[in-house]
């Protein structure tokens, strides 16, 4: 995989100079086990240097309202078009990158409930003891949804004193169900696969699952445009999605 990267990145054709400049970067958590991967290949062969900043979607697009500086900044399509109107992403520079679905997930080696239907989904949440997501408060798109999705298929009161909310990390909500504190936890795909305490039960069913489109772009506040495109470019080449496609990403 490194070698096919390391070649694709040859091929890219960049538009002026993109050797050693420092590229400051705003992504979201999902990405942290792909762009692991992807990023030192970038910097090998160009010799820049990628600082990344990985954060939820609605914490970096509240730092981008606020001003903060960056190079690229991956964020949902529709965040996009709020920051572009604000002018802190340029528009001209919106690039695809993946779609990113949400998953249920148990400890290892667990039993493994049904969620195969929307119907068997919903009568599993309702026999376990507790499920775990993250705090909608902390703006992952997982928590966030999740929360509507209670109320959307009528059971929020039923789940509420049952439902344990993690703060500010997959990390804590990975603890949530390790510890026995819930039986089953929900997460964007690609968080739950880089974990290697819990096992993926499953997508959510089709009829309620919920994708969120990622899209990257120039931050307006660049210092090093060139090279920041150049990165734009190579995490959105073939053999970078693949990498992604791995780790649960979907194409767009």
């Known amino acids: 995989?490194?070698?096919?990267?390391?070649?694709?990145?040859?091929?890219?054709?960049?538009?002026?100079?993109?050797l050693a400049a420092e590229i400051k970067c705003l992504f979201p958590l999902a990405f942290r086990s792909s762009l692991s991967e992807v990023v030192p290949l970038f910097e090998k062969y160009t010799g820049n240097t990628v600082i990344i900043d990985?954060?939820?979607?609605?914490?970096?697009?509240?730092?981008?309202?606020k001003g903060?500086?960056?190079?690229?900044?991956?964020?949902?399509?529709?965040?996009?078009?709020?920051?572009?109107?604000?002018?802190?992403?340029?528009?001209?520079?919106r690039t695809?990158?993946?779609?990113l679905g949400v998953g249920a997930f148990v400890h290892t080696n667990a039993p493994k409930p049904d969620i195969s239907s929307v119907e068997a989904f919903t009568r599993t949440l309702l026999a376990v003891k507790a499920i775990a997501y993250i705090d909608p408060a902390a703006?992952?798109?997982?928590?966030?949804?999740?929360a509507k999705l209670m109320g959307r298929l009528g059971i929020a009161g039923q789940m509420m004193p049952k439902t344990r909310l993690a703060t500010g990390s997959g990390k804590a909500l990975f603890d949530i169900v390790v510890n026995g504190d819930a039986e089953i936890g929900f997460i964007q795909v690609t968080e739950l696969l880089a974990e290697p305490r819990v096992e993926l039960l499953g997508p959510l069913p089709a009829g309620i699952q919920d994708y969120t489109n990622y899209v990257a772009g120039l931050a307006a506040s660049s210092k090093q445009p060139n090279a920041a495109e150049a990165l734009i470019a190579f995490i959105t080449s073939p053999s970078a999605l693949a990498v992604m496609r791995v780790r649960g990403f979907e194409p767009l």
């Open 54 to 65: 990985y954060a939820t979607i609605g914490a970096l697009t509240a730092r981008l309202k």
């Open 139 to 146: 703006g992952a798109p997982s928590g966030i949804y999740m």
């Open 1 to 18: 995989m490194q070698m096919r990267l390391g070649r694709r990145l040859k091929e890219t054709r960049f538009d002026g100079p993109v």
């Open 68 to 93: 903060e500086g960056a190079d690229v900044a991956i964020v949902s399509d529709e965040q996009f078009d709020e920051l572009q109107q604000q002018g802190k992403l340029v528009a001209a520079t």
């Open 96 to 99: 695809d990158v993946v779609k």
